[in-house]
Every structure is written in C-alpha cells, then in structure tokens.
Antibody, heavy 121, light 107 residues
Framework: QVQLQESGPGLVKPSETLSLTCTVSGGSINNYYWIWIRQPPGKGLEYIGYISYSGTTNYNPSLRSRVTISVDASKNQFSLILSSVTAADTALYYCARGIMMVRGGQHFDQWGQGTLVTVSS | DIQMTQSPSSLSASVGDRVTLTCRAS??????LNWYQQKPGKGPKLLIY???TLQSGVPSRFSGSGSGTDFTLTISSLQPEDFATYYC?????????FGQGTKLEIK
C-alpha cells in the first residue's frame, strides 16, 4: 500500500518562502500525478496544483505566480514551494496521488495525513 | 472557476439511516465528480470517482449518481464509522474545485 508523508517547517515568517516535501513509499512515483492541496483551519479544501510523472505542471491561477511544484524521482519525492507567504497561507497542507483517466477526469486516491503550516512573525 | 455547492452543510442522522448528500456544480461537468470522506486529523479518503465508480475497498453501502450539474452520494445504512465530513470535487477542468463539505453527525 502506497503511503505519502509531508514534511517541512511548521512555521514560516510573512514574506518568506514555504517549502514542503512529500515522500512516497510503498510504490513508484512514476506513471502518476502528484498533487498539493491545502485546507485553512476550519475551512474547505483548495487545489494548489499538480506535477505529472513526465514533469508537466498545472497550478491554480490564484496561486500560480507564487507556486512551484517539482519532482525528484530518484528520491521518490515531490515538493511544493510557495513564495511571499502571508497569514492567508496558513493551512494544513496535503500531498496526494492523482489518477488521470484516459477519457478525462482525475481523482486523488492516496493522501498524506497533512502538515500544518502557520505563517506568523 | 467551477463552483461546487454541497447541501446540507450539516446533517444529523442515526445508525442504520439512509442518507443522501447533494452536490451541485455551477456549470456542467459531465460525470467528472469525485466524493471524499474526511475524519478529524486525517487526510481525505476517496470514496467514489467519475460520479458513480466505487473506489476499491470502499463498502458497497456507499453509492454515487448524477451527471451534468447535479450529483448525489447515498449511504444506504449508516454505520458508526461513517460519521465524518464529506466533500465533492470536480475534475472536469482545472483548477479542480471542492464543495464546502457536509458534516454528518450522530443524532
């Protein structure tokens, strides 16, 4: 059973850069899509973006100017970088595995447990 | 962005009840609609994808239906472990968007 685990600093100062890594165990990072999603405290889920096994990226336009998602297949990891953070970026950040269907649509079948990132001075 | 609206926002029910949760899209999304269950302190769990396909390992008491803009998730007989928050998500177009969730509570 594949497992995903987020890691990174739990506290980031305003205007600085948030950096998280998701380690995939129990399966290969190849042939899937890798997703970042966040959930502000007490609120719903927000799609951040994905990277495909071939390196294609897709970002939420609301965050596109500040987001980079990358993959390191040699380490079975993928990463999220979010620059110029503000208090509005405080959230539980999840990584997930995406399955892109041949006829369209994508669903997220495996999720990490999430890591809380607080933006505060 | 496609807006997803779930109703009700919360629901009280008893073990053994049949419940139906609703999700509506702001525009047609064909059948590209997924359902997730989230329990406190855990990441969401995929239940249903492409509107009605049951994810492997998910109990058959869960079922999904709908197409276009209106979708439902039905739990045929509530079990104690089903009390959680449920989210719908459209994958018709990016940015993928989620509903605000329906919290299913024990009556």
């Amino acid at each position: 059973q594949v497992q995903l685990q987020e890691s990174g600093p739990g506290l980031v100062k305003p205007s600085e850069t948030l950096s998280l890594t998701c380690t995939v165990s129990g399966g290969s990072i190849n042939n899937y899509y890798w997703i970042w999603i966040r959930q502000p405290p007490g609120k719903g889920l927000e799609y951040i973006g994905y990277i495909s096994y071939s390196g294609t990226t897709n970002y939420n336009p609301s965050l596109r100017s500040r987001v980079t998602i990358s993959v390191d297949a040699s380490k079975n990891q993928f990463s999220l970088i979010l620059s110029s953070v503000t208090a509005a970026d405080t959230a539980l950040y999840y990584c997930a595995r995406g399955i892109m269907m041949v006829r369209g649509g994508q669903h997220f079948d495996q999720w990490g447990q999430g890591t809380l990132v607080t933006v505060s001075s | 962005d496609i807006q997803m609206t779930q109703s009700p926002s919360s629901l009280s029910a008893s073990v053994g009840d049949r419940v139906t949760l609703t999700c509506r899209a702001s525009q047609t999304i064909s059948r590209y609609l997924n359902w997730y269950q989230q329990k406190p302190g855990k990441g969401p769990k995929l239940l249903i994808y492409i509107a009605s396909t049951l994810q492997s390992g998910v109990p058959s008491r869960f079922s999904g239906s709908g197409s276009g803009t209106d979708f439902t998730l039905t739990i045929s007989s509530l079990q104690p472990e089903d009390f959680a928050t449920y989210y719908c998500q459209q994958s018709y177009s990016t940015p993928y968007t989620f509903g605000q969730g329906t919290k299913l509570e024990i009556k």
